[in-house]
Every structure is written in C-alpha cells, then in structure tokens.
T-cell receptor, first 115, second 114 residues
Framework: DTGVSQDPRHKITKRGQNVTFRCDPISEHNRLYWYRQTLGQGPEFLTYFQNEAQLEKSRLLSDRFSAERPKGSFSTLEIQRTEQGDSAMYLC?????????????FGAGTRLSVL | AQTVTQSQPEMSVQEAETVTLSCTYDTSENNYYLFWYKQPPSRQMILVIRQEAYKQQNATENRFSVNFQKAAKSFSLKISDSQLGDTAMYFCAFTGGSQGNLIFGKGTKLSVKP
C-alpha cells in the first residue's frame, strides 16, 4: 500500500476564490472520509463515502462545500467562495471493507490559508 | 450526543519513563471502538492502538497499552520506556458500531525530554 495521498499539501487563496482538494485513498479501501482540523483542536468530521455513495454529511459542511467520489476511487473536496474561517488543515482518511474496517488511515492533509 | 474529552492539554515525561494520557467519552451505544492516534509535528496522523468495547482485555502494542474501563467510560493510554520519537499530539477517538466517522478529543501534546 502506498498510503493515503492528498494534493496539494498547501494552498493559499484569497477570500472569495474557489479551491479544490484531491484525496487518493489506499487502493481497495471502500470508505473515504474528510475531516477538518483547526489549530489546537482535534479533527472534526465533514463527510464520508462508501464506494461512490456519500453516506453522511456533518452540519459543518455548509452549502459552500461539496465532495465527490465519482468512481469510488479518489475524492475531491471543493470549497466555493472561501472565507477566512475556512483556513484549516483538511484531512482525508480511508478504511477497508474487511474486519479492520473501523481503522482509518490518514493522509498528510492539505493546509488551506485564506487571506 | 457522543463526546470525547481529553483533560490534559500538555504533558511532559523524561526519556525512558512511563506516562499515562487520560481520555473519557460519553455514548449510549454498547458496541463501539476506541482509538489512540499520534500526530507528530507537521506529519500525518497514525494509529497507535485500538480497543473494541466488547473485549474486556486491554489492548497492548509493544510499549503502548490502554486501561479501558467501560463502566466509567474511561480509556487511558500508557506509554512505557518513553522515547524522543514519542513526542507528538495524541488524540483519543471514538466510533460507534453503526457509524462511520471518528469523534476526536482535543488532544494532548506530549513532550519527551532527554
């Protein structure tokens, strides 16, 4: 396994711009999760997919946020009309369909700075 | 609502000593999983240890062990023979049997001093 991969690692944008992040899970992991982590806090759940189906969305995921996993492999998280409060680390994790399905493996994250 | 509480924002320990990090949680579920994750500075989160709630035996992984007290809803992590590489943020996390996402505590920043 090559691990969970996230791109880009860092993103600096101006308020009002749209940004898109990509996550490539561990191959054959059917579940994929997005979390947001602000400084000094633990990660907060945003949304998760089982294969291509988006099964749950947090109330943190406002209308400006959208996530997709079109073929059940990689996923994208888009933030429209970014605000300074969106500045955070965005983490992606994946888990398998087997007996260890509750173990989530994390990527290195995308750090977003909104100026 | 399910919550995870870590009451120690920061801790320090001397190299080779033992340290215990505290975690309490609240849930009405009977089937769930508890985790400790480690997040080194500027590096990705990695799993340290996992405990299934239906198992009475405490999980151990080399120098890491847990004290799982289900009735008290307590899940502490003991690190024995602390090493400099153990310096990191440690997060306690919970997931219910029927849900997908993890619920994290705010973390404990552990510093191992030489």
């Amino acid at each position: 396994d090559t691990g969970v991969s996230q791109d880009p690692r860092h993103k600096i944008t101006k308020r009002g711009q749209n940004v898109t992040f990509r996550c490539d899970p561990i191959s054959e992991h059917n579940r994929l999760y997005w979390y947001r982590q602000t400084l000094g806090q633990g990660p907060e759940f945003l949304t998760y997919f089982q294969n291509e189906a988006q099964l749950e969305k947090s109330r943190l995921l406002s209308d400006r946020f959208s996530a997709e996993r079109p073929k059940g492999s990689f996923s994208t998280l888009e933030i429209q009309r970014t605000e300074q409060g969106d500045s955070a680390m965005y983490l992606c994790a994946s888990s398998s369909r087997g007996t260890a399905k509750n173990i989530q493996y994390f990527g290195a994250g995308t750090r977003l700075s909104v100026l | 609502a399910q919550t995870v509480t870590q009451s120690q924002p920061e801790m320090s320990v001397q190299e080779a000593e033992t340290v215990t990090l505290s975690c309490t949680y609240d849930t009405s579920e009977n089937n769930y999983y508890l985790f400790w994750y480690k997040q080194p500075p500027s590096r990705q989160m990695i799993l340290v240890i996992r405990q299934e709630a239906y198992k009475q035996q405490n999980a151990t992984e080399n120098r890491f062990s847990v004290n799982f007290q289900k009735a008290a809803k307590s899940f502490s992590l003991k690190i024995s023979d602390s090493q400099l590489g153990d310096t990191a943020m440690y997060f306690c996390a919970f997931t219910g049997g029927s849900q997908g996402n993890l619920i994290f505590g705010k973390g404990t920043k552990l510093s191992v001093k030489p």
